[in-house]
């Protein structure tokens, strides 16, 4: 069983302090060494890796934290603080006079430090890498904010052999001392494939890590298990919902097949039939009375504090110096997919205000992110995906006030506590094609009372990449893929890059931020410009009858109205959950991208291979097999080649003109990459040194990769396009 200590803190006792406001009292530096074996980056040189803990507390009484849930039921320090300790990571040039004096704050995803997200070419220490952070001389941070990453750091211990961003903070008990209890649900499988087989299935959160709790009964009166054919959609039943009997099933530790009970690991815990066995057909839900919850939106304050301390602050209580003390006067930030989530509730909730109230970040991308992290309620599980039941679109996700009329909610906004604290960042929102189709992206920008356009304000900007899948394919000038999720999609995965156009904003962000310079104007799908619609059959959206590609009508993820309970406010996503699993009370209307002739999404910011087409790059994939059959498959989009040759298209009876038809030539093609790049360099959604490697690689792929095909010599429709692109070679 995993100890996690007694608070405060495994019994120390931080340095006191002069006040109770909230703050970062101690820092540890466990290790510093040169990162990535001393490697030098153009002017800024080589980079050095500090990593370590921080120290800090909080005043429950204090406005900016009393949002958080359950903060007046955790252990309390002397003073009546709340303490927590949390991880870091700081990556620094070596000589910090090389900096451009930005932090970049890096949220971690699920633990992980997405430091190389945007680098191309391989990591940083790869011959030909070409590292966005690095070479641009920014100070790089990110720490732990996820607290059911377990176990966490201590007094004594930095787990920094774990590699992952952790945070510990306090389980909250009733007043009197008695655990605190409540409904958590499992769906078992999560994501699709096959159901349980056999007489026992392990209790499992997906991607959300290990469990962080034990049932607070092994009695399985107090817990509901039942199966079922997936729901629709709609989060319709589809067929009958089986109860198994108490009597009929026990819990078990996995491993032993003992009886479970309180010595058992939540990673351990499986429920076991004593009768019968599972049908791999259907869905099982287990719903079971958890206890202890930790105070998860500490990790909310816990950022903050962090960020604050590394801007501002010169040492800690103890005399530690800050290693970047007056060194980074600009802090910009990312959140990327579950990242992402978390930034917008950290907005709303207020947080980006510190304890003195200074704005904590200047400015934030929020990627691939279409809804709240759920981590501010009561057992919350902060690491799941918006799948069948799970909380996360409630509240107001859009930027301007904006009435919810028909979930009966306030007019609200995300800006709404950082405009009364006059704390708001600038806003970059970038997302794709899968954040449309599955993610509900458009919640935050059609109203769902007259489906009008929400407008966005002036310290927001909003940019789609069409036709990418979430967080973007790999990229390159190839006809051919494997097949989505590991095979369990109908379709091959959907190759079409993100990362040239993230890495342009940045740098415009950055600019925005430091310069005030003004970022490329918004470009995204909308109702008024026609280029937002819904999947119904027969309206606006007509995509093409492509041979052996299902018909994607009506497989969008619509907004599912949920009742959780009484006790659970929506708009926040705080309080608790009473009810699992929750009521569908209404299914409100998604809207997605325009397609042209071939497919293809319309308007955005598109990436050089959406311009210069190999194929049709869809957001969306079928599930081709297990309990999901024929729904949307998860985060995944799609990838169809052109055929070849007319031939070709005329035998399989394909509407799209062929790559020949398009291209005519090898450099024909090469060319309509070369006027691609011109293009979105010029609107500044690519940067120079990208456009000249996208057009190498474009070029090689014609002379020994999939475009060799194409003729070599010179054709009239070939010497249009580098007319077109003002090539004459």
């Not at 004594?156 to 409540?182: F, H, M, Q, W, Y």
């Not at 190759?495 to 104007?521: F, H, Q, Y």
Request: net charge neutral; with cysteine.
């Amino acid at each position: 069983m995993r100890r996690f200590g007694t608070f405060l803190l495994g019994g120390i006792s931080l340095i006191a302090a002069s006040s109770a406001e909230a703050r970062v009292t101690k820092i540890i530096i466990d290790s510093r060494a040169p990162a990535f074996n001393g490697k030098a980056f153009g002017t800024v040189g080589a980079y050095e890796t500090l990593r370590g803990r921080a120290f800090g507390e909080v005043d429950p009484k204090d406005r900016r934290n009393a949002i958080i849930q359950d903060i007046n039921l955790a252990p309390k320090n002397a003073k009546g603080n709340v303490e927590y300790i949390t991880t870091f990571t700081l990556m620094v040039p070596a000589d910090m006079s090389k900096s451009n004096g930005v932090m970049f704050y890096e949220i971690a995803n699920r633990g992980g430090n997405m430091f190389t997200s945007f680098d191309v070419g391989g990591p940083p220490t790869a011959e030909g890498s070409d590292p966005f952070f690095y070479k641009r001389g920014y100070a790089v941070l990110t720490s732990g904010w996820q607290g059911d990453l377990l176990p966490g750091p201590t007094a004594t211990d930095s787990v920094a052999g774990s590699r992952l961003e952790t945070i510990t903070v306090p389980r909250a008990k009733n007043a009197d001392g008695s655990p605190i209890t409540g409904p958590l649900m499992a769906r078992l499988p999560l994501y699709g494939g096959g159901g349980p087989s056999g007489d026992m299935v392990k209790v499992d959160i997906g991607r959300a890590g290990k469990p962080a709790y034990v049932p607070a009964s092994f009695d399985t009166k107090q817990s509901t298990f039942s199966g079922a054919l997936a729901e629709n959609i709609q989060g319709k039943q589809v067929g009958p919902r089986t109860t198994i009997p108490s009597t009929d099933w026990t819990w078990v530790n996995c491993q032993t097949k003992a009886p479970a009970d309180a010595t058992t690991d939540a990673d351990n815990l499986c429920a076991k039939l004593s009768k019968g066995t599972l049908d791999p057909k259907l869905v099982y839900t287990l719903v079971f009375p958890a206890k202890d919850p930790l105070v998860l939106g500490l990790g909310f304050a816990a950022m903050r504090d962090v960020i604050s301390f590394f801007r501002h602050t010169d040492k800690d209580e103890a005399g530690t110096a800050n290693p970047i003390a007056g060194k980074v006067p600009h802090v910009v930030a990312q959140g990327i997919s579950q990242s992402g989530n978390y930034a917008k509730s950290y907005i709303h909730l207020g947080f980006n205000e510190d304890e003195q109230g200074r704005p904590v970040w200047d400015s934030i991308n929020s990627h691939i992110a279409s809804r709240f992290v759920p981590l501010n309620f009561r057992f919350a599980i902060p690491g799941g995906s918006p799948t069948m039941f799970a909380p996360g679109n409630e509240g107001a996700l859009w930027w301007t006030a904006t009435p919810d009329t028909k979930r009966g909610r306030q007019t609200t906004s995300l800006f709404a506590r950082c405009t009364t604290s006059k704390t708001c960042p600038k806003v970059f929102e970038t997302f794709g094609g899968a954040e449309f189709w599955n993610q509900r992206m458009s919640l935050g920008m059609v109203s769902n009372d007259d489906a009008k356009d929400i407008p966005l304000p002036e310290n927001v900007r909003r940019y789609y990449f069409p036709g990418t899948m979430h967080g973007g394919g790999a990229g390159g000038f190839n006809l051919t893929t494997k097949k989505g999720q590991a095979g369990t999609c109908v379709l091959m995965e959907n190759p079409n890059s993100e990362v040239e156009g993230v890495r342009a904003l940045l740098v415009a962000m950055t600019d925005w931020t430091v310069k005030n310079t003004a970022p490329p104007d918004s470009r995204y799908p909308t109702l008024a410009n026609g280029l937002l619609t819904t999947d119904k059959k027969g309206g606006p959206f007509k995509f093409p009858a492509i041979p052996g590609v299902p018909e994607p009508y009506g497989i969008s993820n619509p907004v599912l109205d949920y009742d959780f309970g009484p006790q659970l406010n929506a708009n926040d996503l705080s309080g608790y959950i009473t009810q699992q699993p929750p009521v569908v009370k209404q299914a409100l209307q998604s809207y997605i991208p325009v397609v042209d002739a071939d497919g293809n999404d319309r308007g955005g910011v598109p990436s050089v291979l959406h311009l210069a087409p190999l194929g049709t790059y869809m957001g969306w994939n079928i599930t081709d097999n297990g309990v999901l059959k024929g729904q949307i498959c998860s985060l995944n989009g799609s990838f169809v080649p052109f055929t070849k040759t007319k031939a070709e298209r005329d035998k399989a009876g394909d509407p799209r003109p062929s790559l020949e038809e398009r291209y005519g030539d090898r450099q024909g093609y090469v060319c309509a990459v070369r006027k691609a790049t011109r293009q979105s360099v010029k609107e500044r959604v690519l940067l120079e040194e990208d456009a000249t490697r996208l057009i190498n690689d474009a070029t090689k792929a014609t002379m020994a990769g999939d475009l060799a095909f194409l003729p070599a010599a010179s054709t009239a429709q070939g010497k249009a396009l580098c007319s077109a692109a003002g090539a004459t070679d």
